[in-house]
């Protein structure tokens, strides 16, 4: 079954989603190398840490490469999967291109798709230049800072703040970030 608007718990209810994508690309003979992220990615990254992450609506993926760019993004929609290339302002692309250091493959019997999953520093990086209410309250309220190597984190932070167009925006995470990881103790 894949996601109707149904919240997906745990990281089973995203593979099936997955699955699902995968049975519809090879019928179609579609191939595509995907990055899985947001609240989907994180999840699949805690679960893999044996810690729990809040469920998700929805997965959330990029695009790295497709032999039918069409033809994926319809079946992608058909499943309810959305591609945010371009909304987020880090990670930049290239990042996501150069997939040996920063993300592991999901370890799943597919035949039309590799899918990547960024390590957890990359998805709170997301998370902390970002200016959802939602996003701070995952990075205050969930164990996904706590599960970070702190020297990662704060070296990726200190690289993307490069990247961010308005820095000085109050409203970004980012402002809170030595508060919060203050308060966590770590």
């Known amino acids: ?6 919240r997906m718990r745990t990281s089973d209810d995203i593979l099936d ?11 179609r003979k579609i191939v595509a ?9 994180i999840l699949l990254n805690l679960e893999m840490m044996d810690e729990q992450f ?11 490469a497709t032999n039918d760019t069409k033809s994926l993004l319809a079946t992608l929609s058909e499943v309810n999967i959305d591609i945010i290339g371009g909304v987020m302002e880090v ?8 997939r040996k250091n920063s993300f592991h493959e999901l370890d799943a019997d597919f ?23 939602k996003d701070l ?11 970070c190597d702190r020297d990662k984190l704060l ?15 109050p409203d970004l995470n980012y402002h809170q970030l030595h508060d919060i990881l203050k308060e966590l103790g770590i």
Not at 1 to 6: I, N
Not at 33 to 41: F, H, P, T, V
Not at 112 to 131: D, G, M, N, Q
Not at 139 to 145: M, P, Q, R
């Open 1 to 6: 079954m894949y996601s109707d608007g149904k």
């Open 17 to 27: 989603t997955l699955y699902t994508l995968d049975f519809l690309c090879a019928q």
């Open 33 to 41: 190398e995907l990055i899985i992220l947001g609240g989907s990615g």
């Open 54 to 64: 809040r469920s998700t609506r929805d997965i959330d993926v990029n695009l790295i």
């Open 91 to 98: 990670p930049p692309m290239e990042d996501f291109k150069d």
């Open 111 to 133: 035949k039309s798709l590799r899918i990547y999953v960024p390590e957890i520093e990359l998805l709170a990086c997301s998370k902390i230049f970002s200016t959802r209410e």
């Open 137 to 147: 309250i995952d990075l205050k309220e969930t164990s996904l800072l706590k599960k």
């Open 155 to 169: 070296s990726l932070v200190e690289e993307y703040k490069g990247y961010i167009l308005n820095i000085n925006n």
